[in-house]
């Protein structure tokens, strides 16, 4: 039999408080997640009348991020300077922000959920004696208790489960990138700075940054137009026609999963649960099913069109239009129409009215 030995809770819950997030940085620049972050953190302090901390770890361009984050609606930066900080490494950082926590005791962190966030917040979790809802889509908190309800889904995505830490301090979670908004920034706004000391050396640190390769990445979250084929292209050569079709509308190319594990695209356009999450103005499904795994990374998207075969797969519940037929015979009818559009725009056979 296993024992589980899970640590005494603290007895003091009360005396923890404050919203914690973590400013992620990149080589000196706030990465796109720490906005975010700061944006859904800075919405539950309003709400809830909590302090807004955001947790920097830098070497000395942190002040300059630092105020970049209050600006962008941190209440107070905390923010400790050493040149080991300049690249994200687990055992420096989990270090210093567990000492912090236990120092400061913070009622809720929430950390983004992007490669080095995960490595780092279960890190701290165990650190630190409590539990971690890992890749939240939706997050609030229960006002009478200052519990943090923690959302993600479960069971292959067939429930939202809402997940309590209930005894243990923080209370943590981290957050599926791409889906929490940052606010818009306050050029000058004014927020705290505290400075905290860090000892630590790099001869003390075994991990070592011998070199940064920067991958190659497309970034479909930020996509205005999103053009997304599924299996039901049949094969890979279908994404060229995907590509003109994106090309036309100013838009990029996603893919589901099982297209990605097929090796017909790459894995930084896939959309879904385990893919991104987009919420692009116009989402084209071309040959998606549509199931709820992937419907979890496009739902939000302003107007979706879907062209499938099948005129009952659930893409289509979810569709403003649906296009029933083959994806050869529409996509190119859609490019030359789109096309024949532009050309007839520019010989001003036809012109546009905008809505006033
Ligand atoms: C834990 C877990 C996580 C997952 N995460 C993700 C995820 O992040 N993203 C994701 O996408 N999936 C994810 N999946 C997989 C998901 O369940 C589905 O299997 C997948 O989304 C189906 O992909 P598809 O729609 O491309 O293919 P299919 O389900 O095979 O659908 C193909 C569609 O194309 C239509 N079609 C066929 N031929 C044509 C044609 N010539 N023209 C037009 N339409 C045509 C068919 O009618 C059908 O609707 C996950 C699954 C699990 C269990």
């Not at 165990?126 to 889904?153: H, M, S, Y």
């Not at 499904?285 to 879907?306: E, F, L, P, R, T």
């Not at 789109?338 to 809505?355: A, F, P």
Request: hydrophobic share 40%.
């Amino acid at each position: 039999m296993i024992k589980n030995k899970c640590a005494t809770p603290p007895s003091n819950v009360e005396a923890y408080k404050d919203l914690w997030i973590w400013l992620e940085q990149n080589d000196g620049e706030l990465s796109r997640i720490s906005l975010e972050m700061a944006g859904i953190g800075r919405r539950l302090a309003d709400k809830y009348n909590e302090k807004l901390v955001g947790i920097l770890l830098a070497d000395e361009s942190g002040e300059k991020m630092a105020q970049e984050a209050i600006e962008y609606g941190v209440d107070k930066v905390i923010f400790a300077k050493n040149q080991v900080y300049r690249h994200y490494r687990t055992r420096p950082y989990a270090d210093m922000i567990a000492s912090l926590i236990a120092e400061k005791k913070p009622n809720y962190f929430v950390i983004g959920a992007t490669h080095n966030g995960r490595d780092l917040a279960s890190r701290i979790a165990v650190r630190v004696n409590t539990g971690i809802t890992a890749d939240c889509t939706e997050i609030d908190i229960d006002p009478t208790k200052r519990l943090l309800e923690a959302r993600r889904p479960a069971f292959g995505g067939a429930i939202l489960a809402n997940i309590l830490c209930s005894k243990h301090r923080p209370q943590m979670a981290s957050a599926r990138p791409g889906i929490f908004k940052p606010v818009d920034r306050v050029i000058g706004r004014k927020g705290e700075i505290e400075r905290v000391e860090s000892n630590v050396r790099e001869e003390d640190v075994t991990t070592k940054l011998l070199q940064v390769v920067t991958r190659e990445e497309v970034d479909i979250t930020t996509a205005d137009v999103v053009v997304c084929g599924g299996m039901g292209l049949g094969k890979k050569e279908g994404f060229k026609m995907l590509e003109e079709l994106a090309k036309e509308l100013g838009g990029i190319v996603a893919a589901s999963r099982p297209t990605v594990d097929a090796g017909w695209i790459t894995r930084d356009r896939q959309v879904g649960q385990t893919g991104k999450t987009v919420h692009p103005k116009l989402y084209v499904a071309v040959g998606v099913s549509g199931a709820i795994q992937h419907v979890a990374g496009m739902k939000s998207s302003d107007y979706i069109i879907s062209i499938n075969k099948d005129a009952a797969a659930p893409i289509i519940k979810y569709s403003d239009v649906a296009l029933i037929g083959d994806a050869y015979d529409i996509v190119p009818r859609l490019i030359e129409s789109i096309r024949k559009g532009k050309q007839d725009l520019r010989e001003g056979k036809i012109t546009v009215q905008k809505k006033q």
